[in-house]
C-alpha cells in the first residue's frame, strides 16, 4: 500500500460486472478504493478515474443473490470489515 495522507480517504463502491450472455442472473463486483478527500463516488472502478488514487482491492464476478448469503452479500461483508480494519490502521 502507498502512502496515505490526510487529502485522501476510502470508500467502497459497486458496479455490475460483465458477464457472457450464457450466464444468467444478476453479477457484480465491489471495490475499496482510496480517493482524494470529499470524493464520494467515482465513474469507474479503475485508477484512472478522475479522484481516485488507488484500487486497493477488487472482488469481481460474484451472483447477487436474494439472500444474505449470495456471494456478493459475503463480499460485501469483507470488504466492509477490511475498510475498517484500513481505517484503524491508518496513521
Given amino acids: 500500500m502507498t502512502n496515505t495522507t490526510a487529502s485522501d480517504s476510502y470508500i467502497i463502491q459497486t ?5 457472457p450472455g450464457s450466464c444468467w442472473g444478476r453479477y ?3 471495490a475499496i478504493l ?3 478527500n470529499g470524493v464520494k463516488r467515482v465513474s469507474m472502478i479503475s485508477k484512472r ?3 481516485c488514487l488507488e484500487v486497493v482491492c477488487v472482488w469481481d464476478r460474484l451472483h447477487i443473490g436474494r439472500t ?3 456471494a456478493f452479500s459475503r463480499a460485501m461483508r469483507d470488504a466492509e470489515e477490511m475498510l475498517a480494519e484500513i481505517k484503524r490502521t491508518r496513521p
Wanted: glycine content about 12%; aromatic content about 0%.
Fill in 28 to 30: 457484480g463486483k465491489i
Fill in 15 to 19: 458496479a455490475t460486472a460483465k458477464m
Fill in 49 to 51: 478515474a478522475k479522484g
Fill in 34 to 36: 482510496r480517493v482524494e
Fill in 68 to 70: 444474505d448469503r449470495c
